[in-house]
């Protein structure tokens, strides 16, 4: 069983940056694929970027390439999505989840959220 703490999140004027934090504990992080979803309000959960556990590929959705960098420090079985140029369209409540691949869905295993508000 693992579980996902995820931190980081924010209040942040457009511009500026966030680096979000997905601890794991009950398992190590490097048997697994961990991605990085978001939610606005009303709308559906999407996927941001996710990094494979099988050849360390990095995926990203195309409205964050070039300013979101997920990588995973596996002394501390964290995950982190760097996130710079934040635009309003970024705010929501990011969530990470983790499964044996990148094909992550409702069952896998999630963390409670982190708010992230790009506002000014």
């Known amino acids: 069983q693992v579980q996902l703490v995820e931190s980081g999140g924010g209040l942040v004027q457009p511009g500026g940056s966030l680096r979000l934090s997905c601890a794991a504990s009950?398992?190590?992080?490097?048997?697994?694929?961990v991605g990085w979803f978001r939610q606005a309000p009303g709308k559906e959960r999407e996927a941001v970027s996710c990094l494979s556990s099988s050849d360390g590929s990095k995926y990203y959705a195309d409205s964050v390439k070039g300013r979101f960098t997920i990588s995973r420090d596996d002394a501390k079985n964290t995950v982190y999505l760097r996130m710079n140029s934040l635009k309003p369209e970024d705010t929501g409540v990011y969530y990470c989840?983790?499964?044996?691949?990148?094909?992550?869905?409702?069952?896998?295993?999630w963390g409670q959220g982190t708010q992230v508000t790009v506002s000014s």
């Open positions: 989840g983790a499964a044996y691949s990148c094909d992550i869905r409702n069952d896998a295993y």
């Open positions: 009950g398992a190590t992080l490097d048997y697994y694929a």
